[in-house]
């Protein structure tokens, strides 16, 4: 018997799930009375059906901004497979394709339009969207706007003008990384320092986390490489040379890997980052440009050969982990120096300080 209930046979009938997980339908209970919200969801958790669901009960379009056109074709494939119209307009595009998009999507034939931040946010565009029927705005991957927005992505900041310009339509911020420090801010700049804050922790318990102490970085990668062999995973370097000599090393051990590094040409990087989506047992030496829009099922393992820039940074790289919710291994070399008691020490921290938000929470700031 079908559900009168529209959240619940919205996401039987279109998602397929029998059951919401933990801290979904506090968000899009929160998006249906209008309210604003930034959700910290883990990795794998189901952050998009907090917006997914909300917009196909509220009807018209909703916006949904995300940084990464990968990102956004693998969303879009989704929801085109579950019957669900929805377009993008992205450099990636032709202009034919691009104009095809907004004539679909000014005629009330898409559900969902996903824009970068950038197209997104200029005058042209933002004036095109004010004239049609915008119920809902998500912006994915909010933890740009305050951690990396000058640098990185500069217009993620101009998205604080989406309140004002769109008056009455809720917003969904959502993060898989925003510490304490972090939410506050993405709520102030975004929000003007009013929504409502939920956030279902950081901890992934399938992913065992290990510290070393560093002492033949080689010899400890290969026989870690080694215990997951025919599997595949991701090993992080600091420098560009060494995700090249990493990969070379690693193949002449029989191990099937690619190095990726943002010294390579497009077309190179390219060509490796397809290869390692689509075979099952290779292994990628990356630095930290193979990052977010890589979102490969069955990831084993992640190994850090160098210390991370940050707990956020080291949170997000073994987030490519495990994302098919089976067990995955984050192993990480710190220098020779520290000792194993150290190591240990090192790894009951770090797993406490990413475990620190397990509990929802929610607050109207």
């Known amino acids: ?8 046979r919205i996401l039987k009938s279109v998602f397929g799930f029998d059951s919401f997980r933990p801290g979904q339908k506090v968000v899009i209970d929160a998006l249906l009375e209008g309210r604003h919200v930034l959700t910290v969801m883990p990795t794998g958790s189901g952050k998009s059906l907090c ?7 509220l009807g018209g379009l909703t916006i949904v901004v995300s940084p990464l056109i990968a990102l956004i074709q693998d969303q879009i494939a989704a929801l085109r497979l579950a019957g669900v119209a929805a377009e993008t307009i ?3 595009q032709s202009y034919e394709a691009n104009v095809a998009a907004w004539r679909r999507a000014a005629k009330g034939e898409a559900r969902f339009l996903y824009l970068a931040p950038e ?9 095109a969207l004010r004239k049609l029927d915008v119920k809902l705005i998500a912006v994915d991957e909010a933890h740009c706007i305050s951690q990396w927005g000058p640098a990185f992505r500069p217009d993620y900041r101009g ?7 769109f008056p009455g339509v809720p917003i969904a911020a959502l993060t898989a990384t925003a510490d304490a420090i972090t939410r506050p ?17 950081f901890d992934r318990p399938n992913i065992r986390l290990a510290v070393k102490a560093k002492q033949d970085s080689k010899r400890q990668l290969l026989a870690f490489v080694k215990r997951h062999a025919g599997e595949s995973g991701i090993v992080y370097c ?3 040379k060494r995700t090249e000599q990493t990969a070379a090393f690693l193949e002449a051990n029989g191990i099937a890997a690619l190095p990726y590094h943002a010294g390579m040409s497009k077309e190179t990087r390219e ?15 990356a630095t930290i440009a193979f990052g977010m829009g890589i979102d490969k099922a069955d990831v084993r393992f992640v190994f850090h050969m160098d210390l991370p820039a940050s707990l956020e940074a080291y949170y997000q790289e073994i987030g490519r982990a495990g994302r098919d919710g089976r067990p995955a291994d984050a192993h990480l070399l710190l220098a020779s120096a520290t000792s194993a008691c150290g190591a240990c020490s090192s790894t009951r921290k770090m797993r406490a300080r990413i475990a620190s938000g397990a509990n929802t929470s929610a607050s109207m700031r």
């Not at 197209?119 to 004036?127: A, I, K, N, Y």
């Not at 998205?159 to 310009?165: E, G």
């Not at 801010?185 to 922790?201: M, S």
């Open 185 to 201: 801010d993405i709520v102030e700049q975004l929000f003007a320092g009013r929504a409502e804050t939920i956030v279902l922790g």
């Open 51 to 57: 917006f997914q669901v909300p917009a196909l009960i």
């Open 271 to 285: 060509a490796n980052q397809n290869r390692f989506m689509t075979e099952a047992h290779l292994v990628m030496a």
């Open 90 to 92: 992205n450099s990636g």
């Open 159 to 165: 998205l604080a003008r989406l309140r004002d310009l």
């Open 1 to 8: 018997m079908e559900s009168p209930d529209p959240r619940h």
């Open 119 to 127: 197209r997104l946010m200029t005058g042209r565009m933002v004036e």
């Open 238 to 240: 600091l420098s560009r």
